[in-house]
């Protein structure tokens, strides 16, 4: 397969293939984080057609950084690090870097004029410390840290090119999407982002989704696959094609796809089922609420995640005593007695009492064992009852789910909104399918 | 520094100093997901008083295996391995790395019987792919895999350790806690855990935590610091020390610490806020309900996070409207009008119609503007009020928190239950001070 170029606008140099990550994270070593700037880099470098060959996390010594950062800039065109550049740690990095690339370190003055222009805006002075950070391998380019006093470096040497990054994800996630990416595509060293198409599923599993297109898939081999599974309810599906030529084929594909998958598919790109939700309830100027037990609001809290939630979203009640559910939400007490507050029948009352007290069209609720205590011989931990009122009329679903508390909390909260996304496109197709996000 | 040693019960070995990790992980690098295997291992071998040394993520191809895995097979006491051993991959992994270690690789019955009964157990049949699992590198010990098929192997060749871990985490992490590292400490490889505290606080923040902690730190060389911070609101402070003999030492460091810390100390281990608070209500027989609006939900879900709850917490609104703080809370529409939702006055209503509605001594609430839209020009994105209603009297507070919708929401949590502890304390230091997490 060929990556396919624009034509470079600086000098044509041979586009990048081998990608190395250096790491200095003693804190990443000690388990004291997750190497999250691994995750972003080889998510935002795989758009671009671009995989990483391998990652190192190290210590912030110079024996190691010398053995370990010399042998990926030794075997491939372009190695990243991350940290290592703040004003508070010693200049083992910097220097360990410039004894294995073979360049001096100068001062840059540019760099010190932006570190105390900055230090003056937020009206504080600038530390000795910090004219550390002035200090840059001979001839790197500056990659400019609007987040921070840290400047990235890039740097070529004989073919081969460096980039350094800082630590911080806040300042390292700008400065590739907006700086780093932007330039290496000017200098015609990586492609332009490829065409891509994320569809994003709900209920169907990893597995059952790639037997379920596979057929499909089989039949267009120049499409490239990649699934990711957001705590087992939700999996994405990512078509890609490398050759710019295929985008309208892709379009086809994608859509083929999304036609198989039919309800299972949640929408496209980064939609949720919250959205998803409220799209349709903001274009029919519907309201919904909530009433939750073992979810403790986690159902109330996804519902406003995004801004602007409250154009649909009328609050809730987490109602974890039956007190609770009887005063706030009218459940009856009998009804809780008889049928126990984890039943098919509470669970309808709590979404009826919720709709009826916050004057909402829509509610939802979550009545359930979350465990590790709790649970009956009939409905043991995992067993989760949702309840749903709607204009259409009131349903109510009995799941298991497996896991520990935090993880049935979390199921329960997807499965919840999942139902009332399948009950509105059994109820009210026409007008579901009209919306998205 | 020595680290000491129990007499081992097997042949007497070298302690083992330098740990290298090498994941097979085509997902990590494509960036799927986050390498949580690091930060899992890192800390559960510090604990142990091992530092990994590198850490590698290569792609499951054997020359990359021979060149990297080899690397780190070379120059370490100890190489562990993620991944790679599932039935549904190659055998590229088992083949490569038998060749850089020079062992071959032999069928083992008893993998086959295991899986065999695995099988039946599940009433499922066992497939061709599950055979391959059953090939083992010549010499190796069988670490057990109770949470599925493959199992973890243990190899010493020349002075050399090489432990092989299947991928998935819920197979790995106890496979490692429950299996590895009691057998390494049997055979005299790792030290016994060593002695460690932690001591988790709330609203200092890392530097200035350290800062006010140095002086006596410095006083007390042989103790190790490491500081790991939660969403920049709970930062834990761990203390070690890696000689036995200095544990009631450490007991007397970590004690004069907590004393110099006062109230920003939440408390030792995994302590939460809420688990704090928790602890006191039901010491005293106390309970407590929530209000929220910008939070969602989210000050309940904190609240609900731990098993047993209920024994403290009725209940929570979430008044997302306007209108749902009249309705739910009894909020007086004419107070809305006069001083905007987002107010003290506001706030301390909101708690005090929680307390009266879900019939709690306490309650606690939070009105604000998470963002990314509205905010006022007293007011900006960001502002909070947070509001306590207590036997003792009612308060509020304002606080101006940094970050996107999803920082600001989960730092008003936490900050509302802090507000909350640090009442107690004030007002309650007596009963509140008695009870611990």
């Known amino acids: 397969m060929t990556i396919p ?77 991350t940290g290592g550049l703040g004003p508070t740690v010693d200049d083992i990095t910097r220097e360990a870097i410039a004894e294995c690339i073979g360049l001096p370190l100068e001062f840059n003055e540019t760099i010190r004029r932006t570190i105390e222009s900055r230090f003056e805006r937020f009206g504080r002075k600038m530390t000795e410390n910090n004219l550390r950070q002035c200090w840059v391998l001979k001839g790197a380019e500056i990659l400019e840290n609007p987040n921070g006093t840290a400047p990235g470096l890039f740097l070529e040497k004989d073919g081969r090119y460096l980039v350094m990054l800082p630590g911080p994800a806040r300042e390292l996630q700008p400065m590739v999407a907006e700086v780093l990416l932007p330039m290496l595509v000017a200098k015609g060293l990586v492609a332009k982002q490829k065409p891509y198409i994320q569809l994003r599923t709900c209920g169907i599993g990893e597995s059952m989704l790639e037997t379920k297109v596979k057929p499909i898939l089989d039949a267009h081999p120049w499409a490239e696959v990649a699934y990711c599974a957001h705590s087992s309810m939700i999996v994405d599906l990512r078509l890609a094609c490398l050759d710019p030529a295929r985008e309208s084929a892709l379009n086809q594909l994608a859509s083929d796809v999304a036609k198989l998958l039919g309800e299972d598919l949640i929408g496209y790109g980064e939609c949720t089922l919250a959205k998803r939700i409220h799209q349709y309830l903001v274009a029919n100027e519907q309201t919904l609420s909530v009433a939750e037990s073992c979810t403790g609001g986690m159902l109330a809290a996804a519902l406003t995640e995004h801004s602007g939630a409250s154009k649909a979203f009328v609050g809730g009640v987490v109602s974890y005593t039956n007190e609770a559910k009887v005063q ?47 649970g009956t011989e009939k409905d043991p931990v995992g067993t989760v009852y949702i309840g749903y009122h709607s204009p259409s009329g009131a349903w109510s679903t009995r799941i298991v789910l497996m896991g520990d508390r935090a993880t049935v909390r979390q199921r329960a909260t997807f499965a919840a909104l999942d139902f009332m996304r399948r009950k509105l496109i059994e109820h009210k197709a026409d007008d579901f399918l009209k919306t998205c996000c």
Chains 1, 2 share one sequence.
């Not at 000690?30 to 391998?54: E, V």
């Not at 024996?63 to 800039?73: A, K, L, P, T, Y």
């Not at 507050?341 to 064992?369: D, H, K, Q, W």
């Open 5 to 81: 170029f624009d034509s470079p606008s600086g000098s044509a140099r041979g586009p990048i293939r081998e990608v190395e990550i250096v790491h200095l994270g003693d804190e990443l070593l000690l388990g004291l984080r997750d190497n999250t700037h691994l995750t972003f880099l080889g998510r935002y470098f795989s758009n671009y057609g671009i995989k990483i060959r391998r990652d190192q996390v190290i210590l912030d010594k110079h024996e190691d950084i010398v053995r370990f950062f010399g042998d990926s800039w030794r075997s491939s065109d372009l190695v990243i690090t």
């Open 328 to 374: 706030m939400l009218d459940v009856p007490e009998c009804m809780i007695q008889q049928h126990g507050p984890v039943s098919a029948e509470v669970a309808i009352a709590m979404a009826t009492g919720a709709a009826e007290r916050l004057g909402s069209n829509y509610a939802l609720s979550i009545t359930g064992f979350a465990g590790p205590d709790g």
